[in-house]
């Protein structure tokens, strides 16, 4: 994916996700930063990847810009589902973000851009691939699929996507979810 599909993806997520999760902290564009491997990161009013993140498949580089937005809104997402972060620390408190940004990236991917999510579903092991290993800040990239899978399954099976978003953010606020961590 080049620069400018990436830019113009953006838009279009961004268009969703602002509307939403109403926020002011959005930025208005993506930014690039050096770098040869997939990564990426989120603040207010600032979301990046990096120049290596263009080199995956469009749907790795189209989950990992979605997914860095999704950190953006994640305080909206707990309050607006009256859930709470549970009381994890360490890497664990960087994993619970990582897992809830999946899941809030991929939710919106499959209830606004249906044929997006269903190329990633049939990427999955790419994207497990490419998210890695665990490491300090990050889960193990086959458990964060894993969690994806599972949303997948869910919806196929008739589940109403909200309420698969729902049950699977149930069990990412309780600390017995990071037992197997």
């Known amino acids: 994916m080049n620069e400018n599909t990436a830019q113009q993806l953006f838009q279009d997520y961004r268009r969703v996700w602002t509307r939403e999760y109403v926020t002011n902290e959005m930025p208005n564009q993506l930014t690039f930063l050096p770098g040869g491997q997939l990564d990426g990161g989120a603040a207010p009013n600032f979301v990046y990847l990096t120049h290596g993140a263009l080199q995956c498949s469009n749907s790795v580089t189209s989950f990992a810009i979605a997914h860095e937005m999704s950190h953006v809104v994640t305080l909206q997402w707990l309050q607006r ?77 008739g589940e109403n996507p909200w309420n698969a978003m729902l049950s699977i953010g149930r069990s990412l606020c309780t600390t017995g979810f990071f037992s197997n961590q």
Do not use: C
């Not at 999946?102 to 497990?128: N, Q």
């Not at 998210?131 to 196929?156: C, F, I």
């Open 81 to 157: 589902h009256g859930l709470v972060k549970p009381p994890v620390a360490g890497k664990y408190d960087y994993f619970w973000g990582e897992y809830v940004a999946d899941l809030i990236a991929f939710h919106l991917i499959y209830t606004f851009f249906r044929v997006k999510a269903h190329v990633i579903k049939i990427e999955f092991p790419s994207l497990a691939h490419e998210l890695g290993t665990a490491d300090n800040t990050h889960p193990d990239g086959g458990k964060r699929v894993n969690m994806l899978q599972s949303y997948s399954e869910q919806v196929t099976s």
